[in-house]
């Protein structure tokens, strides 16, 4: 609605490009990057659905919940602080690139796709940080390792034991997060 340029590469991933604010002229531009998946996890007698955007909202005091499934606000907040200081008239700003990259929970399409000149700065804030009051600078990043190994490809004998092994009903919780709580997952 403010008419700033804006680019989307290949993999999906959008930039804005926010001139800087009236009152701080000369300033430095700065990249704000935020990611715009979640994950979609419910239980299954949850009436939610996040994959589908149906999600149960409620007020449970000064904090908004989403009964028996994930909020879908995993990075919101980083986009909608980018957002506020690129519609805020009363906040002085330098230039900003907003910065807004797909698939960060799953596969790091995203990030591993990226088109470097959708970003024309050399400064850069991650806003997908989970502590209140705190800055956090890197990321938890992420890489793929592919194994290769010359498995034999002759048939399983006969009388050898095949079985599924499925393990369910764990508490679970965020890898990084909560990975201090001893929850199995």
């Not at 940080?129 to 006969?158: K, N, S």
């Amino acid at each position: 609605t403010r008419g700033y340029p804006s680019r989307r590469d290949t993999a999906g991933n959008i930039a804005i490009y926010v001139p800087g604010s009236l009152n701080s002229p000369g300033s430095q531009t700065t990249a704000l990057q935020a990611h715009l998946d979640m994950v979609c996890v419910r239980h299954a007698d949850s009436r939610s659905d996040p994959m589908t955007g149906n999600i149960e909202v409620i007020r449970d005091g000064e904090w908004i919940v989403a009964p028996h499934c994930t909020l879908g606000a995993d990075n919101g907040i980083g986009i909608a602080a980018a957002m506020c200081l690129a519609e805020s008239n009363t906040t002085p700003h330098g230039p900003l690139e907003l910065l807004f990259t797909v698939e960060e929970e799953t596969t790091l399409k995203g990030a591993d796709n990226l088109d470097p000149d959708l970003v024309h700065t050399q400064t850069m804030l991650n806003l997908d940080a989970d502590v209140f009051g705190e800055l956090t600078i890197g990321c938890a990043g992420g890489t793929w390792t592919i194994l290769r190994w010359p498995a034999p490809t002759d048939p399983v004998p006969e009388s050898w034991l095949i079985a599924d092994i499925v393990l369910s009903g764990l508490t679970g919780g965020h890898s990084g997060v909560d990975i201090l709580n001893n929850r199995l997952n």
